[in-house]
């Protein structure tokens, strides 16, 4: 029986020290999805108003770019997955892989040969082990993205869409990512980001919103030519920031689920260890009352 609470006390000890660490990741995540969510808040103005300024210079102008353009014959696609580095996030990387997995499907059904590339050691690990081919890869950096990293990033994804398919660029660029909608509710969704679907990006606008009014110079294409790379870095840099956030979040929930089933761990074993307890108390009064019966016994038959 001594055995037995010595085994319990131990995983007690062990538990309570597996809370600690747990509680304090989830105060950790929490300061920092407080900061990434200022982030988002930052760079979001600046990808919307980005993204209308390339549609108003695409609308406003017959010239062909591959940033507003829509291919004839789309062949090849390029889909960027960003995940993250480390784990302890619930099902955050898995529904960001799952989400890819299912673009990557369906654009494959189309017809278009698929160019992966991926960001955080998750995602990357997950190709790897299932010996996919990914183009490029990143990571280091998805807690805390900066504008830098998204150039790092977005600079192949450029000059992939600038080439011609016959010599190994790009129809269309996609990106999974996840959105941060709450504390509670991250969800991960696929986007194209180029060619810019100019119709979409219209019906996104408020209503009865009158759109200003731009002159180009020298050309449409040559402001274009300079738009492109600022609005897929934008829209990358926006969708890391919301990814970090999202994880944060994930990891926020998964670890305070931890602390809680730790804690009603910790109470379930400190009442097998107060009832292990109790009965050896017991046998322990039962050996002493039956060691004095013993005693007694000896003693009266002695007296005879």
């Known amino acids: 029986m001594g055995a037995q609470l010595r085994v319990y006390k131990r995983r007690i000890r062990s538990v309570t020290a597996t809370k600690k660490i747990t509680k304090a990741m989830e105060m950790i995540a929490a300061s920092r999805v407080v900061k990434a969510q200022r982030?988002?808040?930052?760079?979001?103005?600046?990808?919307?108003?980005?993204?209308?300024?390339?549609?108003?210079?695409?609308?406003?102008?017959?010239?062909?770019?591959?940033?507003?353009?829509?291919?004839?014959?789309?062949?090849?696609?390029?889909v960027l997955l960003l995940t993250s580095d480390r784990g302890l996030a619930g099902a955050f990387n898995s529904n960001a892989i799952k989400t890819a997995e299912q673009l990557t499907a369906r654009l494959e059904a189309e017809g278009k040969e698929v160019d992966t590339y991926v960001v955080g050691r998750r995602g990357l690990a997950h190709y790897n082990f299932r010996e996919r081919k990914v183009v490029e890869s990143w990571s280091g950096f998805t807690d805390e993205p900066s504008y830098a990293d998204a150039k790092k990033v977005a600079g192949p994804l450029i000059e992939a869409i600038e080439k011609e398919t016959a010599d190994g660029?790009?129809?269309?660029?996609?990106?999974?990512?996840?959105?941060?909608?709450?504390?509670?509710?991250?969800?991960?969704?696929?986007?194209?980001?180029?060619?810019?679907?100019?119709?979409?990006?219209?019906?996104?606008?408020?209503?009865?919103?009158?759109?200003?009014?731009?002159?180009?110079?020298?050309?449409a294409e040559d402001v274009l030519d300079a738009l492109l790379p600022r609005y897929v870095e934008s829209r990358i840099y926006n969708a890391m920031l919301q990814s970090a956030a999202s994880k944060h979040a994930a990891t926020r929930r998964a670890m305070k689920s931890a602390t809680d089933n730790a804690g009603e761990l910790i109470n379930t074993l400190s009442r097998l260890a107060n009832a292990a307890r109790q009965a050896e108390i017991t046998q322990e009064i039962s050996e002493i009352v039956g060691g004095s019966a013993a005693l007694a016994d000896a003693s009266a038959g002695s007296d005879r």
């Not at 980005?50 to 004839?72: D, F, I």
């Not at 129809?171 to 180029?194: C, K, N, P, W």
Request: glycine residues 6%.
């Open 39 to 78: 982030k988002v808040a930052a760079s979001t103005p600046y990808a919307t108003e980005l993204t209308r300024a390339v549609t108003a210079v695409g609308t406003g102008s017959n010239t062909k770019h591959p940033l507003t353009t829509e291919p004839e014959t789309a062949t090849r696609a390029a």
């Open 169 to 219: 660029g790009v129809d269309e660029l996609h990106i999974v990512y996840t959105e941060f909608v709450s504390m509670m509710t991250q969800t991960a969704v696929d986007g194209r980001l180029l060619p810019l679907r100019l119709e979409e990006v219209a019906e996104e606008a408020p209503k009865g919103e009158i759109l200003p009014l731009f002159e180009f110079e020298p050309s």
